[in-house]
């Protein structure tokens, strides 16, 4: 059983042939065995990301009226500021508070016998006390966005499928998500920060600023179990898969049990998870693996409080309606229960 995340190199693919390969090999094997990765040489420079971190900052260093003024509960579509308390794991207090902020389009009209999950288009809440983050975070947005699909790219490959085979589903409407998250410090037996879950999504790139501990992974199979630390690494991203991964490749690649511990008291964890997230009515599509893939692909998990779809909608509107009860009472009592 490991007792680290695997280090890849996106550097390997400037190189030639053998190098590319080796990135190709490092990727599937990190993804099939583990789920999660660090990833280095993704070309994004620390000052970008020290910005990114400084607004962060910023944002919560704001007076709680300011935070207030957007918070999540005046949203139909989960966006905007969650205090402390305001959302949930596996039924259980998540303790942080942060913002959610992703892909704004004009939401599509309602039909009778329409998909639910439609409703979650829409607009952001930007808070007009600090301006610089919407421009911070839709920087922040493309960036990831590109480097998402670079390796969704190379997942392919790496598959034996076509190097574009994932590309229509987030060419129209693709749903990234940018959460800003602050962990606060504190002495209690429930140190639930976030509890376990698996993201509901493709893919997540998490960055958290170095030091700040906390993450942990759940590794090995069956009954032969265990959680793991999984640190900041210098320069890195850690990387994790989402259940539509998995339901692509018939569990070759599979969705993997994460959590965060909150960090001492009179210290804080501030992070930025994003989420890159197909457009909400789009289906992945289903990989035809390889016969030597193919033959370790352990199925989609079946686990009847948590069906799974290749629909990317019918995911995340199940996680924001669970995971957020008081927003989902307030805007779909339609949905609720």
């Known amino acids: 059983m490991i007792s680290e995340l695997p280090i890849v190199d996106l550097a390997l693919l400037d190189g030639g042939d053998a190098d590319r ?17 660090y990833l280095v040489g993704h070309g994004i420079d620390r000052s970008v990301r020290e910005r990114l971190f400084a607004t962060t900052r910023a944002f919560f260093a704001l007076p709680d009226d300011d935070k207030f003024a957007v918070e999540m509960l005046k949203s139909p579509q989960f966006r905007g500021y969650t205090r402390f308390g305001g959302e949930y794991t596996q039924g259980a207090i998540d303790w942080r508070e942060q913002i959610d902020l992703a892909a704004e389009y004009e939401p599509l009209p309602e039909t009778a016998g329409g998909p639910d999950y439609l409703r979650l288009d829409g607009p952001n809440l930007w808070p007009d006390a600090l301006p610089e983050l919407r421009e911070v975070v839709t920087d922040w ?18 598959l034996g499928a076509a190097e574009d085979v994932f590309d229509e589903a987030f060419a129209t409407r693709p749903s990234a998500l940018i959460k800003l998250v602050r962990y606060p410090g504190r002495e209690s037996d429930d140190r639930q920060g976030v509890g376990a879950h698996k993201d509901p999504g493709v893919l997540t790139l998490l960055l958290v600023e170095p030091g700040k501990g906390g993450l942990q992974v759940q590794v090995g199979e069956g009954s032969d179990t265990a959680w793991i ?40 964890r501030p992070s930025v998870p994003f989420f890159f997230n197909p457009a909400l009515s789009a289906t992945m599509p289903r990989i035809a693996l390889p016969p030597e893939l193919a033959a370790r692909a ?40």
């Open 141 to 158: 947005q493309n960036r990831c966005s590109a480097l998402g699909l670079r390796l969704m790219r190379e997942w392919a490959l790496s």
């Open 21 to 37: 390969a080796a990135f190709r090999d490092a990727l599937l094997t990190a993804t099939h065995e583990v789920g999660f990765f």
């Open 298 to 337: 352990r199925g989609v998990e079946d686990d009847p409080s948590n069906p799974i779809s290749g629909t990317f909608g019918e995911n995340i509107l199940k996680a924001r309606l669970r995971a957020h009860p008081d927003v989902a009472a307030r805007h779909h009592p339609d949905l609720v229960g």
């Open 229 to 268: 630390d999984a640190p900041p690494v210098e320069d890195a991203f850690v990387v994790n898969i989402g259940e539509a991964l998995e339901w692509a490749t018939d569990g070759y690649l599979r969705a993997t049990l994460h959590r965060v511990v909150s960090p001492p008291a009179g210290t804080e």
